[in-house]
């Protein structure tokens, strides 16, 4: 059984502080989710994981680009990178980096849901033609990416896995599980291309897509639930998952 | 009630060439032992880059080994993954064939349309087409085997008329089964007339429900074959000692050890935005757990009910409870990871077929050669054999 092998000390450099667990749920509304998923090389499969999780074979990459018009902060913009990963039996994504659009949602969710986020610029295109997405943090791109032919699939065809984001937490360093509920109005998948990827500016040089297998994008309402369960970042999840529903 | 082994080939980290010997050595053995012990049925399933989960990529060459080595029971292919870009449909066809002769008329043949992403994308397979081909593999295989002129104009493949040879032993041809995982996949099976292979462990009242909605639909049946196959076969493990609580402690581990590795694989759904797969794994995904679940990463799949873990008196019962609900058969996975010795495999083994097997047929019967389990008589296939087109 593979597990995770990377530096849980260099991880907790970028782990954004929780004051508070996230007890209520928190709707996003009129929300574009496109989601890009690549296949990387087996290089860095076990490197880019906490040793609390372990890789899928072949080792996966999710890059998520949300357009929130309404949100607790206002309209942002947030692109995520995940790893896709098992948490003991269950089927996860472990966040390596994210960048917000406004300073307010940046805080925010850093501060409510752990994501390991920053700002930077982010230019999202979506229409009856396809996707064009463009992250930039400062003078750098740290990803472009291109979807075309947009095929309209079922409501619940596009699967979203949680999210694992790693934040210093009022317990200690852990993995919290982030999970929401997606509601769209009409979904598509479509062909994409992968443009540009500056993986150190997605906090882990190693990671390396290479291979494009399908992208989704998704308009509707998305709900963020509470915060049910963290996870000790160094120790399997079998025996290292705490409650935490409750505690917000 | 049948009893058959089932073979996954798993093989743990580190790998070597000399572990998966091993592995594929001690199935043989398995196999040899379950032929004299009256066992009926060895099946091995077909994937591909699955890595530690399962390293049974040719199992027509495996079956093959085994049909040499074996008198009595029958090789099963669990199953033939039936797109285009694995198996072209006459290579199956053709494979099957041989390996009914060479086995003497003992061939089952299962389909199967592959769930993973790994497999299908290692093969660039396009997921939504995979239910299609399927259908149009289980449609013109009995009529490569039947006719002596097939043509065929589908979407999964197309050919001009051709004899299609050898043609099996079994006339008109080996029973087929579909490998159920996704709930409504017994249907499909059903509305066909081919046999349920369940490859996923479902509890008592998820089969009962799947079983009783099989035989209603297959007494009413199209079938694609010159037979109907109206058998329900379960998938399920297999560690028996004379002591409960040892039985207890070496399978417990074996069937979280196999839920892991099968949780671990990465699945089509997850991957590819489909209508054509709506379940994300397989593995236990109807299986009734004792505790109540929760997307609780510390909950592992554990030991969910009727699984065959225990001492031969819990044995007995918990297949009369499947026999209860119309289940035909039971093939077991008697290893996963080689977590358990070989000699405590074979020991469990020797004990199932000497206090378990005996409350469910006579010692004569496990000596006959296994019979084929299709009952109703061959059918005249419908449209001359033309295709779908």
Sequence with gaps: ??????????????????????????????????????????????????????PTVPPTLSLQVWDVADSPWGPFRMAVS???????????????????????????????????ARTGEIAFVHGYSGVEATVRIGDGCALRCHAIDPEPIGADDAQ?????????????????????????????RLRARLEAFDAAAWGEPLLDPYFVVAASLARGRVTFAPLRFALRVDELAFTGTESIAGQG | MKFGIFFELSTPRPFSREREWAVYHNALEQCRLADELGFDHVWAVEHHFLEEYSHCSAPEVFLTAVAAQTQRIRVGHGAVVCVPEMNHPVRVAERAAAL?????????????????????????????????????????????????EF????????????????????????????????????????????????????????????????????????????????????????YCHEDYRVARDVGVPMVTAFNVANSHLYWTREAYPTRAYQALGNAGAAMKPRKAAADDPSVAKGLPEGVGVGDPEHLVRTIKRWESIGVTGINFLLNAMEMVPQEQVLESMRLFAREVMPQFRGAEQSALPVTAPTVLPRFALANGGQGPC
């Design chain 1, 82 to 116: 995940r790893v896709s990963c098992r948490a003991g039996v269950r089927a996860r994504g472990f966040t390596t980096a994210a960048v917000v659009s406004s300073a307010p949602a940046c805080d925010g969710l850093r501060g409510a849901l752990g994501y390991p």
């Design chain 2, 151 to 238: 043509e065929w104009h589908g979407k999964a493949f197309s050919m001009p008329s051709r004899n299609v040879l050898p043609k099996p032993l079994q006339d008109p041809h080996p029973p087929l089964w579909v490998t159920v995982t996704s709930p409504g996949t017994e249907l499909d099976a059903a509305d066909r007339g081919l046999g349920c292979l369940g490859v996923s462990a479902a509890g008592y009242d998820e089969q009962e429900r799947r079983t009783r909605e099989y035989h209603r639909r297959i007494a009413n049946c199209d079938p694609v074959g010159g037979v109907v196959n109206d058998q329900v076969h379960t998938m399920n493990f297999l």
């Design chain 1, 160 to 188: 979203y896995t949680g999210t694992l984001n790693l934040a210093q937490a009022p317990a200690g360093l852990r993995l919290l599980q982030v999970e929401f509920d997606v509601v769209p109005d009409r979904a598509e």
């Design chain 2, 100 to 148: 009914d002769i060479l086995s003497n008329g003992r061939l089952e043949l299962g389909t199967a349309r592959s769930s993973t992403w790994t497999e299908l994308g290692g093969f660039s397979v396009n997921p939504d087409d995979t239910k299609i081909t399927w259908d149009e593999f289980v449609r013109a295989l009995p009529r490569m085997w039947m006719q002596e």
């Design chain 1, 1 to 54: 059984m593979l597990t995770g092998t990377a530096d849980v000390e260099r991880l907790a450099r970028s782990a954004p502080r929780l004051e508070r667990y996230l007890a209520e749920p928190m709707v996003l509304e009129d929300v574009a989710l496109f989601q890009l998923v690549l296949e990387m090389r087996n290089g860095a499969r076990e490197a880019v994981l906490p040793p609390s999780l372990h």
